[in-house]
């Protein structure tokens, strides 16, 4: 978890540079590095557990339906994005100088950071809040129904996008193929040239 949360996202990733949209906003559970899209389908983390990494207000937030598989996300306030439920992965900046609002004075506020929270049942503002107030207790926790069902699905995922390259290479190799033969059939052709005479020659008469 310590990882997960120390890492800078959305940077370029320098195994895929050439390619559109080659930002690292993914986390390979199992490997701790951050990769991007283009890492997802190779074969070092096609099996391995991912979390997909959000932009929120210039913060870096997982969505809930993904994170709380693997990490117990209760007492931390959530926030609605595009229609989703999602949680910061760190507390959000605040100035030195700031007061505490009204509302934090009146209502719930974290525990670690006292920023204010909206939801009072909740006690943190974010994952990382959480672990700081007890950093023994907070790992990755793998769900073995979970764990079978996303490696099943990831499989079977590969497999499908090793058919579709095979069968565009076969597909290549029958165009190459009928290319060679057609122009094989235009190189067995002669090459007749018409000659059309401009005129009935004449011979000159003899005296």
Same mark, same amino acid.
């Given at each position: 978890?310590?990882?997960?949360?120390? &890492?800078?996202?959305?940077?370029?990733?320098?195994? *895929?540079?050439?390619?559109?949209? #080659?930002?690292?906003?993914?986390?390979?559970?199992?490997?701790?590095?951050?990769?991007?899209?283009?890492?997802? #389908?190779?074969?070092?983390?096609?099996?391995?557990?991912?979390?997909? +990494?959000?932009?929120?207000?210039?913060?870096?937030?997982?969505? &809930? &339906?993904?994170?709380?598989?693997? /990490?117990?996300?209760?007492?931390?306030?959530?926030?609605?994005? #595009?229609?989703?439920?999602?949680? *910061?992965?760190?507390?959000?900046?605040?100035?030195?100088?700031?007061?505490?609002?009204?509302?934090?004075?009146?209502?719930?506020?974290?525990?670690?950071?006292?920023?204010? +929270?909206?939801?009072?049942? #909740?006690?943190?503002?974010?994952?990382?809040?959480?672990?700081?107030?007890?950093?023994?207790?907070? @790992?990755?926790? /793998?769900?073995?129904?979970?764990?079978?069902?996303?490696?099943?699905?990831?499989?079977?995922?590969?497999?499908?996008?090793?058919?579709?390259?095979?069968? /565009?290479?076969?597909?290549?190799?029958?165009?190459?193929?009928?290319?060679?033969?057609?122009?094989?059939?235009?190189? &067995?052709?002669?090459?007749?040239?018409?000659? @059309?005479?401009?005129?009935?020659?004449?011979?000159?008469?003899?005296?």
């Amino acid at each position: 978890m310590a990882t997960l949360l120390s &890492l800078e996202y959305f940077g370029m990733c320098m195994n *895929h540079k050439n390619l559109h949209k #080659n930002e690292k906003n993914v986390f390979c559970i199992e490997c701790n590095v951050e990769i991007c899209r283009h890492c997802c #389908n190779t074969e070092a983390h096609v099996l391995h557990h991912r979390l997909q +990494i959000c932009k929120y207000v210039y913060q870096d937030v997982l969505r &809930l &339906l993904d994170i709380q598989h693997y /990490f117990d996300c209760s007492e931390i306030q959530t926030y609605k994005i #595009n229609g989703e439920r999602a949680i *910061h992965l760190n507390s959000r900046p605040q100035a030195k100088d700031a007061r505490p609002s009204t509302k934090s004075r009146n209502g719930a506020s974290c525990l670690t950071c006292k920023r204010y +929270i909206q939801d009072r049942p #909740n006690q943190f503002c974010s994952i990382s809040c959480k672990i700081s107030a007890s950093p023994k207790q907070h @790992k990755f926790c /793998f769900s073995p129904v979970k764990e079978q069902s996303v490696l099943e699905k990831e499989h079977s995922k590969h497999e499908r996008i090793l058919e579709e390259r095979k069968s /565009f290479t076969s597909s290549l190799t029958d165009v190459s193929e009928d290319s060679d033969v057609l122009l094989s059939k235009f190189s &067995l052709r002669p090459l007749m040239r018409i000659l @059309k005479r401009k005129g009935i020659s004449r011979r000159s008469p003899l005296y």
